[in-house]
């Protein structure tokens, strides 16, 4: 089953790929007009957003190893993500999960608590994200069909809090201090994950300043939420532009509305290159000056 699971994943992955591709060429006129009159401060700023998204993830496994009683540093926890960014990139999305795994437990820690803090990394800011996205829609999306199934997603993501009497038989429960330190940690997350996507789509045009930014924002995190329990979408490619697109109103043909979400992807391994290229020159000199001083 998890063999033919990933050589599925492998086929969608190309697909949405070449699909991608594809429409790009078709619409390569349109599309390359847009990024010519984009405002490169704008992009310049989503970049930003997203690097400091990055610095601030680590948090999750720092507080729950916390609750744990582990006595594992923020510092040590962002180094090692910092330095296994390049393995998110690779075919699968996961190998950046394993690459951490491995590097925590040769710390020590052990493996029930890295089984948690990937646990709660892959379900807490997700069902909260859920949870927040599909409320917003449900308030503010004028479309009668899109916040009906919003509302039933929406209770859909808060009959998940029983789980917790589940996770307390098995000693995965954290204390209440804990949640309240993940929630605020997966809030400031989403907050500047999605004030990059925003900032994004408006250099390249894509909203105007008098348009509903925050139910644009509630798109992104529903669209994200979607791509990323599409476990046949590698890291959600071509789900989370699709359903993005089909939520929002913009004024372009649809399928160059799709490359120009799927630009954001790009924005992004931009960002992560840079944080971690960042992080190798610190290393690196970090390292010199420790030998100057021996």
Known sequence: MKTALLWFQRLFLVCSIAF??????????????????????????AIMFWMLATLVMPAIACTILRDRGNSTTFRTLLAIHLNRIPSKFLPGGVW????????MSSIG????????VVLYENTYSIILAASVSTLGIYLLDDNGLYSSLALILFLGSIATVPLAFAFRKRSFILS??????????????????????????WAIGLVE????????????????????VSIFAPQGIG???????????????????IVLVAGFRVLVMLSDML??????????ARGVGQRRDA
């Open 176 to 201: 209440a201090k804990g949640y309240v330190w993940l929630t605020i940690i997966s809030i400031v997350f989403w907050s500047l994950a999605s004030s990059a996507f925003y900032s994004y789509i």
């Open 20 to 45: 991608l591709i594809t429409v790009f060429f078709q619409n390569r006129a349109d599309v390359l007009s847009v990024f010519a009159v984009a405002s490169y401060s704008g992009l310049i700023v």
């Open 96 to 103: 950046q999960t394993f690459a951490r795994a491995y590097d």
């Open 109 to 116: 820690i052990s493996k029930t608590d890295i089984g948690l």
């Open 239 to 257: 789900v989370f532009e699709v359903v993005f697109t089909e939520l929002s109103a913009f004024d372009l043909p649809r399928t160059q509305i």
């Open 209 to 228: 300043g008098t348009e509903n930014g925050f139910l644009t924002l509630m798109h992104y995190l529903f669209s994200y939420v979607v791509g990323f």
């Open 275 to 284: 944080t971690w290229i960042g992080f190798i020159l610190l290393r690196m």
